[in-house]
Structure formats: C-alpha cells, structure tokens
C-alpha cells in the first residue's frame, strides 16, 4: 500500500481544480467549494481516460506524472489570469458560524450529520465491500482495468461494460495508487459532499440564511438513502450529486451572468451524463433552462443570437468532452450506445436492443405490492413507509418519515405559494426539479430520485425562515427530531456482532469471504499471484483480493480442447465454475489434472495441478 504517494497525487489534483477554479473567478465561498469539487473530479477522470484508453498505460507513474501536467497548466492560468488577490472569506465563515450557534435546530442536526458522516467514515474503511451490485459489475471494471494496466472491455458481466462509467473511475483513483481497496466504498461518499454544497448553495440563492443552507444540505445528507449508498459501490447518489451542481450553476449564471459558473454546469453535467445513462433527462432540463433563459434575451434584444450561440457551446462542449465517450465506446462495441435496451424514436426503432429499460428493469424490480397500480399510487405507497433501516437499493421507503412528515407538504406549499407570488423561484427551481421527478421511469424508486430531495430541503428551509422564531424553532426542531430517528435506524443497517467481528481482525483479514459469504473465503487462504479462471454466476470482484494481488479471467471457451489450452497457457491455478456447465464437465473428466477443492451451493472449485498440466493443451 502506498499512501504517500494516493496523498501526493490527490494533493496534485486538489492543487490543479484550486487553480482552475481561481482562473475561472468563481464568487461566494459555497461556490468556490462545489467548484473545486468538481473540477477535481474532472481532472481525475480525464488524466485517467488519458492513461488508459489513449496511452494504454493504466499505472501510478504515468497518471501521476498526466496530473502533474494538468496540474502545472492550471497553475500557469492561475498566475496569468487567476484571482490571486481574493484571500478566504473569514468574514463569511465567521458569519456562519455566528448564525449557526443562533439556530438551535439546525446546530443540531449539523451534529447529527457530522455523527452520521463519521459512522459512514468508519464503516467505509473498517469493512469491506459488500453491496451486490458493487461486486457484480461496478467495482470489477476498475479492478479488471488495474489488472490489464488499461481502459478496456472486460470479459465478465456486461453490464461491466455497457454502463457509462465515470463513476467507476473515481473508484479506480481511491485504489491504483494504494493497490488496497479499504477507501474503494467512499467514491460516493465523495460525491455527496458537492451535492450537499449545491443544495445548501440552491437554498441560498433563494433566499435563505446560511444557517438554514447548511440545514438543508444536512437535510439531503441524513436522507436515509444517501446515508445507505454513501458507503455502497452505486452510482446513485454521485448522479443527484453531480446534477444538483448542474442545475445550481446554471441558476448562478442566470443570475449574475458569470460565464464561469455556466462552463462548470457543464462540466458538472458532463461528469453526470458519464455516471448514468437516466442523467440524459437531467442534463436536458438544465439545457432546456438556459435555452429558454437566452431566447427571452434575444426576444428582449439584451443579447444577441450569436452570444447565445457561444453560451450554449460554452455548456454542451464540457459535457460531451465528459460525458460522451463511454456512449460512443458502447456504440462501437455493441452497435448501440444504450445497449443492451432497445431504443424507439416515435414507435420505430433506431438501435436494436433485448428490450426497454422498462422491460428489463423496472417491471422485473417493482413491489408486488405496487404492480398495476397508478403511477401516483405508487409513489404514494413508497414514500408512505414507517421509520425503517434502509439499503442502497430500497424499494419501498428510501427518504425517511422526514419526507411525508416534514419536507413533502413543505414542498407543495412552497411550490404553490411560488406559483402564486414567486414566478422566478417557481419556473427556475420548482418546475425543473418536479418536471425531472415525473419524467423519471420509476419515480416511486427513491434511489432514482434523490435529486428531489433538494426540494424538499430547499422548500421547508425557505418555509420555515418566514415563520415568528419561536415556531420556526419548534418547526425546525420536530423535523431534527425525526431526522434522528432516521439517522438511528441507519446505525442499525448492519448486525452489531459483525461490525465487532471485523473490528477485531487486521486489515488483510477483513474479507468478503470471511464476513459475508463464506462460499468466497478460499480465496483469502491462495498464495498472492494466483490466477484464477472463474465462470460465475454473482460476483467476480472478491477474486482479484483485497490489495488486487490475483489475476483473474473469464471462461469463454466453445470446446474442450480451448479448455484445456487456455488453463496451460494462462498458468491458471484454480477454476471456479457453476455447477453442470461444459467447464464443470471437463474439469471433472481429468481429476488427476483439475483437482476438486471444494463443492459449494452452486459452485465447484477446482485446484490445477501444474505438474501434470505441462504439455496436456499439445496432448490434446
């Protein structure tokens, strides 16, 4: 593990995105954080596309040294253009502090998220990672990409490739330098603490204190799904996150008109559309609003068609330069840049696919208890849950008895009354927002809605602002009290008798296998360098090991003889097959060659022995 050199290239990147944004002349301390969050995050994502898909060489020296190159341009513009004068805003910091400790409620449901970030902190590194879809195919293509030292189609699950992916490249920053994965779990974590700065910078920008703001970014922090997913290996959170910047630097350039602001929208947008495919709706209603924002210009003749022109390249080209190329790689490989999902244009298809995203993924994921029913009654139901432990992919539930309670009727009467006598705050943040959560094909899903959580924090906060103190005392305090019991069953979300177990083990014996599913824990007694040969039918993630130590391929072999030729040529030293496939049969034909090691549920694990395995592909 090399620590020194993870803090070196993350200072590196935290120099560059400082830079850049001081080059962009970003105002106001809420805006100047989110900036340097996500211009670090670009930086990642680009030095390592350039590391791995151009220059083919996906290791520690080469990405370091591609930062350090982003890294001094930025310091270049920075001297020449930079905002090198403006010092940090003691005063506004101070000022936060003193209407903090002025605001009993939100002082402490501050504490109650610094308690609830802390525990996710603690979980993140003490175990290791375990949600299903992390193992399945999210985590595996960092790990692969590590494994072959670039950016490349893997051979496992697809969904290992067809996803867009940059994501999965913040995964890929938290382990190449350590070669270890006890951070992997904290690239969502990451991403939340932009789109809490966004959220809190939204509330802001229509008019509430900062107390209030940083109430509401802890209200979108201690939502019960994003405290779920801020230790999971999802993409969910990091795509809210990663919009609500989008969409509160749009609403700052309409504002004051900052060219800034709207080039890291879309550089914001970009990184979105590059999570996730559903970040299209996103990232068209944030362009559809500075779209109408500029054809009222041009109708007012305050600006011209020409520099409406140049805003609209000023967002688009950021977010197709970081948005496009895992569509267009997709498109390549599989002649569909959605694929595996059919894409119809007016009833006719344009890509051809095994189904709709509603076919192959909603219908075979909706409640029982929800199929055939109304759209609304749906949501309705799903949001109607009692104070439960929520997981990262919950169905029913998800936003906590805050939501029903609290932060739903304070969004509609918030929307109502802005209907009424706030047309701005109504047409820039209410109807965006509620437009993308309809649109949405799953609404009910809260994992696929977290971005209107931003509402609703956004609606109680403004709400309760105008309220005598002592109601909004008491307002504000009922909600924290809810909040808490929320943040108390999320404690619950794992057995406290595992949580002790893995306390007491050291970090190398801190392992899937040995925590979670027993069916996995050979893997933690194999000598490093094993090569592993693997036909599975759940994860393949835990085969590469905690520190990446072992090799691992795919069996995609048509005949017997393939078989047998690939094994001696790879060197493979064990196969880990499902049960009764071609590769179990022919592994079970030369026992003396592949010896059985071990028969679980629905796997065999086989040991090759290398000393008769010589020569047996020519025998063949």
Known sequence: MSIGLFIAATLIVGFGAYWFMKSLHIQGAIGQFAAWWVLGFAQIIVSLLAAGVFLEMLVPSVVLLLNAGITAVAGI?????????????????????????????????????????????????????????????????????????????TPFAVWTNVYPQNAHLIYTWLVLFLRDDIIVDAGQFLFAIAGAASVAGITRSFGAGRAGAAGAACLFLTTPIVLAQLTADYVDTALASMFLVAFWFVLRFIRGRHRGDLLLSGIAGGIALGIKSSALACVGVTGLILFIWCVWEVFGKRMSVKQAVHLHLLMVVPIVLLGSFWYIRTWLTYGNPLHPFRIDVLGYPLFPGQGTVHDMIMVPNTPPELLGLPWWEQIWLAWMQPAQTVVYSQHLGGFGLQWPVFLFPALVLFTVLAAWKRQRAFLLLCLPLIVIFVTQPAAWWSRYTISFVALGAASFVLLSEKLKRWAAILLQGALVAVVAVSVFYQHQAYNPELLQQAASLPREERTFGRLFNPDYAFIDKVPDGTRFAIKFGDFAYPFFGNRFQHTVYQLRMQSENEFWQFLDERRIDYVFTVKDTPYDKWAQSRPQECVPEGTMERYRLYRIDRERMDGIASAN
């Open 77 to 153: 513009l920075y001297y020449r253009i930079g905002d090198r004068e403006q010092a940090v805003n003691h005063l506004w910091w101070s000022s936060l502090l003193r209407e903090i400790l002025h605001a009993p409620a939100w002082l402490a449901l501050i504490l109650i998220t610094a308690w609830a970030l802390g525990w996710s902190v603690y979980l993140i590194c003490l175990l290791p990672a375990n949600d299903w879809d992390g193992l399945f195919y999210h985590l595996v293509s960092p790990a692969y990409w590590m494994q072959e030292r670039q950016i490349t189609i």
